[in-house]
Antibody, heavy 120, light 109 residues
Framework: QVQLVESGGGLVKPGGSLRLSCAAS????????MSWIRQAPGKGLEWVSY????????YYADSVQGRVTISRDNAKNLLYLELNSLRPEDTAVYYC?????????????WGQGTLVTVSS | SVLTQSPSESGTPGQRVAISCSGG????????VNWYQQLPGMAPKLLIY???QRPSGVPDRFSGSKSGTSASLAISGLQSEDEADYYC???????????FGGGTKLTVL
């Protein structure tokens, strides 16, 4: 069965960096676009980034453009999100999600999330 | 949010409720809508994709519709376990990114 397991979250100071990972299993990672979506404590969902199956195409939300890099290693079944110049407003649970293959924004499997806390 | 959802809705067991999602010509007007259910402390679950389609395992009590720049999620035969937050999402051609609605908290009275 499809499984997505995020890791790499934690407490980081403003201006710091963090690299999140998402281990995928139960499907062929290279066949699907993948995304990162975040949710600040008590708030709604916010899309962060998309990456194509090959990794050649990437898309970012304006709120993170220039500070975040999405990448993938299909051979290792891993998805990454590198977060730089972190701000307190980046504090959130970060989910990786598998695109369902039908429409942009349709995510049929989600991980359990990893918490990133940006605080001094 | 660019996609507007009412903050809360409520209903009694067995009732039918509808949750709306309003957008614009660059998003809902041109693209399909997806709906998610998020139970407390859990990751979101896809309920509807491509505006009308249900993934396998989602009960047919849940249905989606779209007209112009608005979309709606209907839940019939409301059950206590339907109490959750519901989000709509779609692609925005102008922003070149995914939009989520602000979410609707559904309370089953």
């Amino acid at each position: 069965q499809v499984q997505l397991v995020e890791s790499g979250g934690g407490l980081v100071k403003p201006g710091g960096s963090l690299r999140l990972s998402c281990a995928a299993s139960g499907f062929t990672l290279s066949d699907y676009y993948m995304s990162w979506i975040r949710q600040a404590p008590g708030k709604g969902l916010e899309w962060v980034s998309y990456i194509s199956g090959s990794g050649r195409s990437t898309y970012y939300a304006d709120s993170v453009q220039g500070r975040v890099t999405i990448s993938r290693d299909n051979a290792k079944n891993l998805l990454y999100l590198e977060l730089n110049s972190l701000r307190p407003e980046d504090t959130a649970v970060y989910y990786c999600a598998k695109d369902c293959g039908n429409d942009w924004g349709g995510f049929d499997y989600w991980g359990q999330g990893t918490l990133v806390t940006v605080s001094s | 949010s660019v996609l507007t959802q009412s903050p809360s809705e409520s209903g009694t067991p067995g009732q039918r409720v509808a949750i709306s999602c309003s957008g614009g010509t660059s998003n809902i007007g041109r693209n399909s809508v997806n709906w998610y259910q998020q139970l407390p402390g859990m990751a979101p679950k896809l309920l509807i994709y491509s505006s009308y389609q249900r993934p396998s395992g989602v009960p047919d009590r849940f249905s989606g519709s779209k007209s112009g720049t608005s979309a709606s999620l209907a839940i019939s035969g409301l059950q206590s376990e339907d109490e959750a937050d519901y989000y709509c999402s779609t692609w925005d051609d102008s922003l070149n990114g995914v939009l989520f609605g602000g979410g609707t908290k559904l309370t089953v009275l």
